[in-house]
């Protein structure tokens, strides 16, 4: 029937879209659309909002359908995990390399005995 209907996204601005759109705070959600890449905003739109530029809010990448803090499913942006953080920010191995307090490997000691047995 093409009717849209408004949905938020978690950090963004208010878009439209057709289907059964995610919500709910069940184990599943009510409905799993979220707006998609290219999205314009109908509504919320501020600056300072991840998909705001020139004066308008058009969504950079796709939205996913997850739990969010609330306990209800909301649309955020996609490659999140269940707490919402995105890919991009998820720990990885650190760049920065800190000393140990300790020596990583003991220095080196003359064995007490020999390590080939001798032949007497």
């Known amino acids: 029937n093409g009717k849209c209907t408004d949905v938020s996204v978690v950090g963004d601005a208010t878009y439209c879209v ?3 759109v995610c919500s709910g705070s069940g184990v599943i959600p009510a409905g799993s659309v979220c707006p998609k890449k290219d999205a ?3 509504k919320d739109c501020n600056k300072g909002l ?3 530029k020139d004066g308008k809010c058009v969504l950079v990448a ?3 359908c997850q739990k969010i803090p609330s306990g209800a499913w909301g649309c955020v942006f996609g490659g999140s995990n269940s707490s919402g953080i995105s ?3 998820k720990p990885s191995s650190p760049s920065i390399q ?3 307090p300790a ?3 003991p220095s080196a000691k003359p064995t007490p005995a020999p390590s080939t047995p001798k032949k007497y």
């Open 50 to 52: 991840k998909s705001f």
């Open 62 to 64: 796709d939205t996913v």
């Open 40 to 42: 314009v905003a109908t």
């Open 18 to 20: 057709t289907g059964a």
């Open 98 to 100: 800190y000393p140990t």
């Open 87 to 89: 890919n991009s920010t």
């Open 103 to 105: 020596p990583s490997t």
